[in-house]
């Protein structure tokens, strides 16, 4: 699966080991334009010292050579002494700048330089993404001695990798997904992190062996034998872009199955780099074969992965007081609304908030005016959910018949589900089932979406007094019958969202939310699963957000209950709307 999209801002949380610190404040900006496709490999690299550079010449050299897009850095490492250039790993934390400005210089002493620069967010050496406090700046001190006459640098922070210029991300470092196995359906869980661009192939492949990570372990499983490793370190390719992947492994677990999942991760994996065109798999140079397929695959069919499924679903629907009515949201923007004639939907009366609507359209449902109980509505009849806790939240449903909301239960219990395949007239089997997650004990959950996929769920919870705002990606862990049973450790997504309202899904890599990003103003936003965030324009009012397809297609409703439509860099009122409700997934 490609990730849809590279995203274009990055906002959060930067430490580095050996800084001086990060300097905070400053509005929600656009960041780093990541939005492009794979750059080309032009070979750029950068020169090496020359022999009368000062000490400060000598660091921002050493800086601006780790922007080579070559992977050796051969220049870079002419400007560290020896016994440095033997411990400096390039992959360690790097830094994404906010600007393109050559960082700031500063002679603290005739062996010590100290730079500064505007961050955007920093990359360890895993691709796991950290993003920085908006208008906060990164700062590292290097020891340099004289070797010959000529200045080198033999200390810098522990950790340090390379500072990369905004304009130079794009061509150096960008997100893939790492993929796994649903254990819950027949398909791959994407995990989004950011790789360098050079012997990218052979990144991907690398990190595709390293074991389930902890956000999706038991929602996703690996195929992959513990402690595998590629042959050469490496992969390669032939001019007609056929990847070999040769691994040397323990024995592979027996069985079709295993066989066609290991198939699955590396070409779902491997196939985002648009140069390749299909793979081959050895295992201790043996083929990994499959019954009845020959050859490089290029597709996941061929191995007895389904398509992707449809993902056409019941239209959306959009309130106006207590009427619930289709919107059509193909017409000009001045006729967007509720469609003509009678309503499908029964009406909802407006003391009942948080509208919800089922994938196939069967069902509505709402918070019930006291904020304690939750209804659903099926053609003209309500039933109410046996109570199962105070304070609930947003519902929202998934695309597997069940429907979602946080509540606070009795003990730690603060999410719930609903099986909405059964009839809600079952008080026993239409009861709300508490879903294990230790690490939402103490919090209120405002609000719970499941990906399309069903594997995923972006929590938005807050402490009770409604601060201390989170938002955590999760593995949804199912049992007999798809109910979803506990989640698996949280990934936090949005390190400086103070303040949030509303959340969707915009499509399989980020979702989007009305929040306070680092103290600024609140407005539109999208959050990335890589945990980058990148703002949308600005919304006076907006309180609640839904799509009815892709980003282009998000809407937003507002204090005021108007509708918001997007239109270019602007949003343009689209008439009167309490509430606008799309199905799941």
Known sequence: MRPSRLLAALLGALLLTGCSGLSGGGPVQPGLDVSAPIAPQIGLVYPGPDARETQQGIVSGFLRAGASSDGKYDNARKFLTSRMAERWQPDETIVLLSGNESPT??????????????????????????????????????????????????????????????????????????????????????????????????????????????????AATTAVPAGARLLGDAVSVDASGVVSVNLIASRLAPGETTRENIWAQFLTTLTQDPTVTAVTLQIDGVPVDLDGVEGPVSSLERIGFPPESDTASAAPVVRRGATVAVFDPTGSVRQKGASAGPSAYPDVPADFTRLALSADGAETAAVDPSGDGLSRWRGTNRYEVPPFGAD?????????????????????????????????????????????????????????????????????????????????????????????????????LGTWVTRASGLTWVDAQQVATVASVGGAAVRPVLVSVDASVSPLPEAAGARAVATVGVERDLYLVTRENRLLSRSGLRWVDSGQASDLAAPAG
Do not use: C, K
């Open 105 to 218: 210089t500063r002679l603290l002493d005739p062996a010590t330089v100290q730079v500064t620069a505007p961050v955007a967010g920093t990359v360890d050496a895993d691709g796991r993404y950290t993003a920085a406090r908006p208008g906060s700046s990164a700062s590292a001190r290097f020891s340099l001695t004289s070797v010959g006459g000529q200045w080198r640098i033999d200390g810098m922070p522990e950790g340090f990798g390379r500072w990369i210029a905004a304009d130079d991300v794009p061509r150096l470092v960008q997100p893939f997904a790492v993929h796994y196995v649903s254990a819950s359906h027949r398909a791959t869980v994407p995990d989004v992190r950011w790789f360098p661009l050079d012997r990218l192939l052979t990144r991907l492949a690398n990190a595709q062996l390293a074991p389930v990570p902890d956000h999706l372990l038991g």
């Open 392 to 492: 609930v939240g947003a519902p929202a449903y998934d695309r597997r018949g069940f429907l979602w909301a946080g509540a606070v239960g009795s003990g730690d219990a603060r999410l719930f589900t609903v099986d909405t395949r059964v009839s809600p007239a079952d008080l026993v089997a239409a009861r709300a089932q508490p879903v294990e997650a230790s690490w939402l004990a103490g919090r209120r959950v405002v609000e719970a979406r499941v990906a399309a996929d069903g594997d995923r769920v972006v929590v938005l919870s807050t402490r009770p007094d409604g601060r201390d705002v989170r938002l955590d990606l999760a593995g949804v862990v199912r049992g007999g019958g798809q109910r979803p049973e506990r989640l698996s450790a949280p990934l936090r």
